[in-house]
């Protein structure tokens, strides 16, 4: 069974920073993109960074300059740093992940986590 955990959502005050990390574990032939996405209430998911497995980011306009993106490989991790966070940033944050499992032949998944929540106050 493969899956993607994530921790470090929380309270913070406006102006703050958090680190959100996600961890893929099970039986994982390769590690392909990977991805943080939220969900205010009432609004529709999100992309809000994106990292392929060679370094390659992309952020949605209205984090560019305050989160930053990346991964750990080795450790089938990615990582989301966020500051000067905003109260409009406040979301349950999913991670996402796109691989590859051996299975007799290979298979490409797509997972995602339970989410965490991030709440910015004012």
């Known amino acids: 069974q493969v899956q993607v955990v994530e921790s470090g959502g929380g309270l913070v005050q406006a102006g703050g920073s958090l680190r959100l990390s996600c961890a893929a574990s099970?039986?994982?032939?390769?590690?392909?993109?990977m991805g943080w996405y939220r969900q205010a209430p009432g609004k529709q998911r999100e992309l809000v960074a994106g990292i392929t497995s060679h370094g390659i980011t992309n952020y949605a306009d209205s984090v560019k300059g305050r989160f930053t993106i990346s991964r750990d490989n080795a450790k089938s991790t990615v990582y989301l740093q966020m500051n000067s966070l905003k109260p409009e940033d406040t979301a349950v944050y999913y991670c996402?992940?796109?691989?590859?499992?051996?299975?007799?032949?290979?298979?490409?998944?797509?997972?995602w986590g339970q989410g965490t929540l991030v709440t910015v106050s004012s």
């Open positions: 996402n992940a796109r691989l590859t499992i051996l299975v007799g032949r290979t298979r490409d998944l797509e997972v």
């Open positions: 099970g039986s994982i032939f390769s590690l392909k993109d």
